[in-house]
């Protein structure tokens, strides 16, 4: 409990007391990681600010970087979203359906995205923080969907010592793999929406003619009224 309320005061318990440098968590690298984790809305909270001015200044900041980073974001996104719709055209000038087509789309990306967001990192996080595989895999999920628990987070407990803006760059893989997150959501949202949009139409289509036989039958049965009946005798 003292380990963890000296994190979050801001020093780092683990480093050597007799150096003559002080070590604290809020070196520069450290300090571009925690901003990006307030603009994403991740929030680990192993490190907050203690002061008054900067409780402010962050609430401030949270404020305008909350929609700026949305917009990065979404400018991300779009070129990823440009890189799908050309992968998606390939595919159907080489003869493939535009359903198949959007469907092969979402399996490439998800896999790509599993494989690079999700596979690699935690090889990484093997090295510089001591975890398991598995731990690393769950890190990398919790911190993609923006949940954060904040059981583990990088730079707390390292075992080897990266280089300086190591989590500057576990900042940068946040933002792809957070817009590679949102693609994947949209691609899914627009393949649902096209079998929503089949489907409708399919059942329309099966109303209509429902309706339309129904006419039939009532006009012929109003026909069949209107013709007076002949009576026939056998001489």
């Not at 007799?18 to 929030?43: C, D, K």
């Not at 700026?68 to 979203?81: A, D, M, R, Y």
């Not at 393949?191 to 009532?218: F, G, N, V």
């Amino acid at each position: 409990q003292v380990v963890t309320e000296a994190v979050k005061q801001g020093l780092n318990p683990l480093e050597n007391r007799t150096s003559s440098r002080l070590h604290t968590n809020w070196n520069f690298g450290s300090a571009f990681f925690f901003a990006g984790t307030v603009v994403t809305t991740i929030g680990y909270g192993t490190i907050a600010p203690r002061t008054a001015g900067g409780q402010m200044f962050c609430v401030v900041y949270a404020l305008f970087g909350i929609p700026f980073n949305i917009i990065v974001l979404s400018q991300v996104g779009k070129n990823l979203s440009l890189w799908c719709k050309q992968f998606g055209k390939c595919l159907v000038k080489k003869g493939m359906k535009k359903r198949m087509a959007k469907v092969v789309t979402i399996i490439f990306f998800l896999v790509m995205g599993i494989i690079v967001f999700l596979g690699i990192p935690p090889l990484v996080f093997i090295n510089t923080e001591c975890w398991t595989y598995g731990e690393g895999v769950y890190y990398a999920f919790i911190s993609l969907s923006t949940i954060g628990f904040g059981d583990f987070v990088v730079g707390s407990e390292r075992c080897t010592h990266p280089f300086e803006g190591f989590r500057a760059l576990v900042y940068f893989w946040i933002i792809f793999g957070l817009a590679w997150l949102s693609l994947l959501i949209n691609l899914l949202i627009s393949l649902l929406e096209d079998t929503e949009k089949k489907i409708a139409k399919d059942l329309q289509k099966k109303l209509q003619h429902r309706k339309e036989r129904s006419q039939e039958t009532a006009l012929k049965q109003e026909v069949q009224k209107s013709v007076p009946k002949h009576e026939t005798s056998v001489i």
